[in-house]
């Protein structure tokens, strides 16, 4: 839906009304005149920590599993503190200048006598730079092998301080207002933890079926597909979201639909580590509520919503385009342009996310809706010439300029600047880590 050249009122956090308005002589104006507003964007997957992994040359032309033993799960356990917390700003930030104002980190690597508490790191960060935060905290209880022969990181938990970890943190941070499942738990702990979280009220999260390996481990393991494995072990609803979805068979996207169990998209890292390209339109029609997540920084060099946006409005349409035939062939069509519309992508990008999150009032700008806003400004030449402004932002490319960015209402980017924040200190501290590292 778009609104065009009015006024938008925010009172208390919540869009109080969109028109012509007149300024009251108590509220601050901001001048939005050649702007672009957009709803602030909802990030349901990422992995913060990676944020100082980018790039990373061990793992740079590997695909999943090989990365994931050269970058990841080597580096974790060296994080110390201040890196982690380093690495958890840098990702919040690059999120922030891109107009992102809700993300969920899927912090899942704990392991026995952590020296700190990651998930206290990730509500701090976030407080201090008022971005919402959803953790995940995920967690394995088994290893899928011997435990010496793992990295540190790797060393599976006690599946009662795993649970118990979770009630606390419940109890912690949870705001009632509104991992890789196949092998990291056992069977029946997995269908526990399902239990626990609706007890709880909080949401279920994992990866799923992010390459072949998937299909083959539950063939050989339980000889059924990931996601019927969901289905017998009660992880499939609408409380539930996986990352990734990429290689699926046709009755797997039948039961995600029905049981409206949704999909964090994630086409950049799926691009990186070589994974492919996640069916969205196919997903979609069957009733999957969709959502776009950058996934980790190690497998994703541009973790910004705004080029999350942009890759996923091309390889949507390319992907259609791919299997274009001749119509002597029996070819029906000629390509993909005409999927993937942008106005698609930015509700998969805003609302989905919300939506998939939990959080109904965030992700679209309307009457009653939690003041969460990007405007952009489209000052570089890259926007001279666009005929449509509205799109500019998601189907452009780069970080457009932001003239503010309000979560809740209460401003956190203004100018392209996060008052206090020295971006060039940063930077040095970011450089120094990645040599510690
Ligand atoms: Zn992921």
Redesign the pocket.
């Known amino acids: 839906m778009r609104h065009a050249g009015h006024d938008i009122r925010i009172r208390q956090g919540v869009i109080e009304a969109i028109g012509l308005l007149t300024a009251l002589p108590d509220e601050r104006l901001i001048d939005a005149r050649d702007c672009v507003v957009y709803p602030a964007w909802v990030n349901p997957?990422h992995?913060l920590f990676q944020s100082l992994l980018k790039g990373e040359p061990q793992g740079l032309n590997k695909s999943l599993t090989a990365w994931l033993s050269a970058t990841p799960y080597r580096f974790r356990a060296t994080f110390d503190e201040q890196t982690f917390r380093l690495a958890v700003r840098i990702g919040l930030i690059e999120l922030l200048r891109s107009g992102c104002a809700t993300v969920a980190d899927?912090n899942y690597l704990y392991w026995p006598d952590m020296p700190f508490d990651p998930s206290d790191i990730l509500f701090s960060e976030g407080e201090a730079l008022g971005m919402r935060i959803v953790l995940c905290r995920g967690g394995a209880t088994q290893g899928r092998t011997i435990e010496q022969d793992l990295p540190q990181a790797l060393r599976p938990e006690n599946f009662d301080h795993y649970m118990a970890d979770i009630e606390r943190l419940v109890g912690c941070y949870h705001d009632p207002r509104p991992t890789t499942l196949l092998h990291s738990a056992p069977g029946a702990q997995v269908r526990e933890m399902a239990r626990l979280a609706r007890q709880l009220g909080i949401r279920l999260h994992s990866?799923l079926s992010?390459t072949v390996d998937y299909l083959d481990a539950a063939r050989d393991r339980f000889n059924m597909t990931p996601v019927q494995f969901c289905a017998e072990h009660d992880w499939l609803g609408d409380d539930v979201w996986f990352?990734?979805l990429v290689k699926l068979l046709p009755q797997q996207i039948t039961l995600l639909g029905d049981s409206r169990t949704g999909i964090a998209h994630?086409p950049q890292?799926n691009g990186r580590l070589g994974r492919g390209i996640a069916d969205l339109l196919a997903l979609e029609q069957a009733g999957v509520p969709v959502s776009l997540?950058v996934?980790?920084a190690a497998?994703n060099e541009a973790a910004d919503m705004q080029s999350e946006s942009h890759a996923a409005w091309l390889l949507q349409r390319a992907r259609k385009g791919m299997f274009a035939t001749p119509r002597y062939d029996g070819g029906t069509f000629e390509g993909g342009g005409d999927v993937a519309i942008i106005e698609d992508v930015v509700c998969w990008g805003s609302a989905g996310g919300a939506q998939i999150l939990g959080l109904p009032q965030s992700g679209a700008v309307q009457v009653g809706m939690l003041a969460d806003i990007a405007v952009y400004r489209l000052d570089d030449p890259r926007y001279f010439g666009l005929h449509d402004m509205a799109i500019g932002p998601a189907d452009c490319g780069g970080r457009a300029s932001l003239k503010a960015l309000m979560i809740n209402g209460r401003l956190i980017v203004e100018n392209d600047h996060i008052p206090g924040l020295d971006l060039d200190a940063m930077r040095h501290q970011a450089i120094s880590a990645v040599r510690t590292l």
């Open positions: 997957h992995y899927h990866h992010e990352a990734h994630c890292s997540g996934d980790g497998s």
